[in-house]
Structures are given as structure tokens and as C-alpha cells.
């Protein structure tokens, strides 16, 4: 079994498990913790720590889902986390604090890599796009199963502001939205990706997708859309095998 830590830090919380990346599955309880507020970048690593210690980890690298567009285990955004991450070294901070290796990459980008591997996008030829409705709304391309990493559709210019503000989880809960007006509001979102990118199917993950049925009635059906099959375990998923090729290259 190929265990491997990875953690996936969110706008309210950051969780974490051990995965066996051979079958895409948890190998251990999935720890949570509140995600600190303000999120500033020490504290949210000391809650990483937590949990490294919780699973007892230390059997080095670690996999890290992070909320903003993260090259090279930089920080270059943050609009769903606080301002301070932007610039920030996050292998750099995490060494720092937790004594461990570790590989980062957008959350969203790490559920698009364990749908397209272990849920409904795997035997998908084309392009498929992972959108993952929480706070913010995340999302990963993908062509014939490779990544192009940082494609941000959630901060896509959209109405009045940009797209998350509509059509994400907290919109929902910010506009007190009926699950039918949020499905109304979701199939605009959806057409307007579509229009642009015309992809073979879209994945919707994130915690709302377990209620995938309270809204999916609203969605065209012309549009090849599906809920995550890893629902919200993907991040942590998809970051464990990240973490694990990142390691492997470096062997
Ligand atoms: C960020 C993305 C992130 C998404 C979900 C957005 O606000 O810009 O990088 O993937 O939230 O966390």
C-alpha cells in the first residue's frame, strides 16, 4: 500500500487523512479542524501540524490542497484566503513549522486529479472541467487526463463582480437561495463555462455536492454535468497523489 499524508485547507476548515494513493481511498479517520480566523499563514500551518500529529505522521512529504493559485509551492492569490499567504513560500513555511517536506497545489486543481483517476471522470476522453462549489468556487482543466494547472473560473468576471459570488456555496447560503434558485443561478454559471470551453463533461465536487440531487433538476441536461464520485474526500485525494509524484520525481 503506498500511504501518504495530505491535507486540504479551506475557507472554514482544513482536513486531513492518510490515503493509499494505488485506490484513491482514505486510510485513516479524516481529522478537521476550524479553519483559524483570520487564516493567517502560521496558524493555519500550526492546525497542519495538528493533524500531522493526530495521524502520527512522519514518514515525510506531505500532500497540501491550498484555496488559491500556487505555483512552485508559492502563494499568488488570495481571494478565499487571508492576504498575508500572497508571495508566501508555502514548502518554505511548512518545513519551518512541521519539520516536514511538503508539495502544494490549488484544491481544486487536486480534486480534478483524483476524479479524473478514481471518480467519474476516468474513462472520460476530451476535456473535463472540475468545479468545486464551497466558499469560493474552484476549478480544474483538464485535457485527455493532464492538468493545466490555475485556471481560475470562480474569479472569472461575471455580472456585477466575478463568478463565485454568484454561483458558489456561500452565495447560496449569503442570498438565502431556495435549492431550485440556486440550481437556476448554477445552470447560468455552468452555460457561461460552456459557452467559452465547450467541455466533454463538467464535475461538480465540494461539500454541496452530496446534495447534488436538490438542485441537479435545474441543470440543461444538453450539458454533460455530473457530481464528484470522491464528493469532498477529492482534495485530500487528489493532494496525496500529488504529493506522491512530486516525491517520486525528486527519488
Ligand atoms: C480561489 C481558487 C480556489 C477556490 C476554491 C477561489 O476563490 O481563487 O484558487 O480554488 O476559491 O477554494
Known amino acids: 500500500m503506498n500511504a501518504q499524508l495530505a491535507i486540504d485547507v479551506g475557507a472554514t476548515g482544513i482536513k486531513g487523512a492518510l490515503?493509499?494513493?494505488?485506490?484513491?481511498?482514505?486510510?485513516s479517520d479524516r481529522i478537521k479542524y476550524t479553519t483559524p480566523s483570520p487564516a493567517l499563514p502560521h496558524k493555519v500551518v500550526k492546525v497542519m501540524n495538528n493533524i500531522i500529529e493526530?495521524?502520527?505522521?512522519?514518514?515525510?512529504?506531505?500532500?497540501?490542497?491550498?484555496?488559491?493559485?500556487?505555483?512552485?509551492?508559492?502563494?499568488?492569490?488570495?481571494?478565499?484566503?487571508?492576504?498575508?499567504?500572497?508571495?508566501?513560500d508555502i514548502q518554505k513555511l511548512v518545513k519551518e513549522i512541521t519539520g516536514l517536506n511538503s508539495h502544494t497545489l490549488?484544491?481544486?486543481?487536486?480534486?480534478?486529479?483524483?476524479?479524473?483517476a478514481f471518480g467519474k471522470a476516468q474513462d472520460q476522453d476530451g476535456s473535463v472541467i472540475m468545479l468545486t462549489l464551497g466558499s469560493g468556487i474552484g476549478s480544474g482543466l483538464f485535457k485527455d487526463g493532464e492538468l493545466l494547472p490555475n485556471v481560475e473560473l470562480g474569479r472569472m468576471i461575471y455580472r456585477e463582480s466575478v463568478a463565485e459570488h454568484y454561483a458558489s456555496n456561500r452565495a447560496r447560503k449569503t442570498k438565502d437561495l431556495s435549492w431550485d434558485q440556486y440550481g437556476e443561478e448554477l445552470n447560468e454559471f455552468l452555460q457561461y463555462v460552456n459557452r467559452i470551453f465547450t467541455p466533454d463533461?463538467?464535475?461538480?465536487?465540494?461539500g454541496i455536492s452530496?446534495?447534488?440531487?436538490?438542485?441537479?433538476?435545474?441543470?440543461?441536461?444538453?450539458?454533460?454535468?455530473?457530481?464528484a464520485a470522491l464528493k469532498n474526500n477529492a482534495g485530500i485525494i487528489g493532494a496525496a497523489m500529488y504529493a506522491m509524484q512530486m516525491k517520486n520525481k525528486t527519488v
Not at 490515503?19 to 486510510?27: K, P
Not at 490549488?106 to 479524473?116: K, S, T, Y
Open 54 to 88: 493526530d495521524l502520527k505522521w512522519t514518514d515525510g512529504d506531505i500532500g497540501i490542497g491550498f484555496p488559491a493559485v500556487v505555483k512552485n509551492n508559492l502563494c499568488f492569490s488570495a481571494s478565499n484566503i487571508d492576504e498575508s499567504w500572497i508571495n508566501i
Open 19 to 27: 490515503v493509499d494513493v494505488g485506490s484513491g481511498s482514505l486510510i
Open 106 to 116: 490549488n484544491d481544486a486543481d487536486a480534486a480534478g486529479i483524483a476524479e479524473v
Open 201 to 206: 463533461l463538467m464535475v461538480i465536487g465540494g
Open 210 to 227: 452530496k446534495k447534488f440531487s436538490n438542485y441537479s433538476h435545474k441543470i440543461d441536461p444538453a450539458l454533460n454535468v455530473t457530481d
